[in-house]
């Protein structure tokens, strides 16, 4: 069975932080070479914002960089982004996605938690 859900998500002043997890079925951490966190603002179109492969490896967004924490915890099945000094432009629905292909392409998604800095 496919499963993603996040959690973790809410309201923030900026320079605040948060961190979203993913809770994905086993079936599909195992069965997944990558996973992802993409985000979508209003008005804007969905932008990938981290990934992390099988191995640990990982990518980020230039405007991410430095900034956000992607990783990953085998023994829950669970993804993380931890987001560090969060701002105004940074709100956005955050989804997390698992995928087949470098960069992680989403072969399939989470529902989507908010986050709003303000």
């Known amino acids: 069975d496919v499963q993603l859900v996040e959690s973790g998500g809410g309201s923030v002043q900026a320079g605040g932080s948060l961190r979203l997890s993913c809770a994905a079925s086993?079936?599909?951490?195992?069965?997944?070479?990558?996973m992802a966190w993409f985000r979508q603002a209003p008005g804007k179109e969905r932008e990938g914002v981290a990934g992390?492969?099988?191995?640990?490896?990982?990518s980020y967004a230039d405007s991410v960089k430095g900034r956000f924490t992607i990783s990953k915890d085998n023994t829950k099945n669970t993804l993380y982004l931890q987001m560090n000094s969060l701002k105004p432009e940074d709100t956005a629905m955050y989804y997390c996605?698992?995928?087949?292909?470098?960069?992680?392409?989403?072969?399939?998604w989470g529902q989507g938690t908010q986050v709003t800095v303000s």
């Open positions: 992390i492969d099988r191995s640990g490896s990982t």
């Open positions: 996605a698992a995928g087949d292909s470098w960069p992680c392409s989403a072969k399939y």
């Open positions: 086993r079936t599909t951490y195992y069965s997944s070479y990558c």
